[in-house]
């Protein structure tokens, strides 16, 4: 069974940083994007940034949004996913999801629970 | 990165059949297409359909999706209350290399 845990989440205040993990099971993690997609409180959902597999170089892509602030990385060794957000702003208070894409058609196969990010001072 | 446009809310009666629309561009929807989700109150999202319109393994016959153009279309038919939800679509946008999310559809089932 394919499970998606995200951790990491929190009270921060602006211009703070956070460090946000997805451990994942069930699937050969190598071999699949991973996204990070948000949602801030009742509102809809946005997407923030990728992680392309070891077949594609590990490149990344991310939202205008947090391009600049915001990190993904992964650990394959470890089956995790992660997403370092620096220079928090009160708008990046969300729910954070990570999802795993499918490989043929790349689109969010499975999600997380998600983990409460609150930017506030 | 303006993302596809999608009405904010759709009210159907039940066993009646609703169709919910996501309009993007070229560059998007008319690129390869919109997947679909479906996200009830306080959970996560749940795939619907893949951008190509194949339905994952365990998603109803009663969901269909299609697309012309640069619009795609969720199709339900004989409405049941599980599927008062939230809808959304999304689509990678070859142009931007950003994935674009429409602002979500709420559907009610009277």
């Known amino acids: 069974e394919v499970q998606l845990v995200e951790s990491g989440g929190g009270l921060v205040q602006p211009g703070g940083s956070l460090r946000l993990s997805c451990a994942t099971s069930g699937f050969t993690f190598s071999d699949h994007y991973m996204d990070w997609v948000r949602q801030a409180p009742g509102k809809g959902l946005e997407w923030v940034g990728r992680?392309?597999?070891?077949?594609?170089?590990?490149?990344?892509e991310y939202a205008a949004s947090v391009k600049g602030r915001f990190s993904v990385s992964r650990d394959d060794s470890k089956n995790s996913v992660y997403l370092q957000m620096n220079s928090l702003k009160i708008e990046d208070t969300a729910v954070y999801y990570c999802?795993?894409?499918?490989?043929?058609?790349?689109?969010?196969?499975?999600w997380g629970q998600g983990t409460l990010v609150t930017v506030s001072s | 990165q303006a993302g596809l446009t999608q009405p904010p809310s759709v009210s159907k009666d039940l066993r009646q059949t609703a169709t919910l629309t996501c309009t993007g561009n070229s560059n998007n929807v008319g690129y390869q297409g919109a997947a679909w989700l479906q996200q009830h109150q306080g959970q996560p999202p749940k795939l619907l359909f893949y951008?190509?319109?194949n339905r994952p393994s365990g998603i109803s016959e009663r969901f269909s999706a299609s697309r012309s153009g640069n619009t795609a279309s969720l199709t339900i038919t004989g409405l049941q209350p599980e599927d008062e939800a939230d809808y959304y679509c999304s689509a990678w946008d070859n142009s931007l290399s950003v994935v674009v999310f429409g602002g979500g559809t709420k559907l009610t089932v009277l």
């Open positions: 999802a795993r894409l499918g490989n043929d058609p790349k689109d969010f196969q499975h």
């Open positions: 992680s392309r597999n070891k077949a594609h170089s590990y490149t990344t």
């Open positions: 951008r190509n319109n």
